[in-house]
């Protein structure tokens, strides 16, 4: 009868490892909420570094490298703005135009609506339960014009969150400038910070998982861009039919 192989117990070292990363997991999961701008900043990082880096080849400083990356991104990101948003803005400019007179024929609806209400055979009461609901609504409910405290606190913590996700996103370049000019120096920190028993297979791992992130993170950029393409040529198409 063979003998039952038994699991040997894990390492001290490798006891250590699981806990440190299930102790890293739990922090970052209990400060999710602050994640997101740094997270933003890392893909941020793994888009531009292509380009920081070939610049870098071609002996641009690094710093310099970024800082170009950082001014074609900018100016890309506005010309794309105002190639998507120059319709909208032009379709609101043209409501504000045309606001007057929408609002004129608006009051000559309401006008015809009050005329035709004025001729209907109405019961007493019903038409005087009705009149009381216009005013009511009219005055703005039954407090009148009070100001309700209760409707200004979602509106007050909706502007605090704007201002808040505005900060946040102020911090995203910052974030990204200084991972793209060190890069070298952290991933050889990295690198150096795993045990030295470990270091191929970790880094080996890495490796794949960077491989096959990198080409997920491609595939999505070049699914948005072209649907992107296709909405606005098909919006181009239907405005010229």
């Known amino acids: ?108 609806r309401l006008d015809d609506l009050a005329r035709a209400y004025d001729q209907l055979q109405l019961p007493r009461v019903l038409r005087d339960f009705i009149d009381g609901l216009i005013a009511a609504l009219a005055s703005g409910g039954p407090g009148g014009g009070a100001i309700d405290a209760g409707a200004i606190l979602p509106i007050a913590t909706g502007v605090v969150a704007f201002v808040g996700n505005i900060i946040a996103l102020a911090i995203v370049p910052v974030w990204a400038f200084y991972l793209l000019k060190d890069r070298d120096r952290l991933v050889l920190a990295v690198r150096n910070a795993i045990p030295e028993d470990w270091r191929e297979d970790a880094w080996s791992m890495i490796a794949i998982i960077e491989r096959v992130f990198g080409r997920w993170l491609r595939g999505q950029f070049v699914l948005c861009f072209a649907v992107g393409i296709a909405t606005f040529a098909g919006l181009l198409l239907l405005d010229v039919a």
Do not use: H, N
């Open 1 to 108: 009868m063979e003998s039952i192989r038994r699991v040997r117990p894990p390492s001290p070292r490798a006891t250590v490892a699981v806990a440190a990363a299930i102790l890293l997991l739990m922090v970052l999961y209990m400060g999710r909420s602050a994640l997101g701008p740094f997270i933003l900043g890392a893909l941020l990082v793994y888009v531009l570094d292509p380009v920081v880096g070939w610049l870098t080849r071609r002996r641009t400083p690094r710093w310099l490298a970024v800082l170009l990356v950082y001014a074609a991104t900018i100016v890309i990101l506005v010309e794309g703005l105002s190639l998507l948003f120059g319709p909208l803005v032009r379709q609101v400019v043209a409501f504000v135009e045309d606001l007057p007179s929408l609002l004129e024929q608006l009051q000559a």
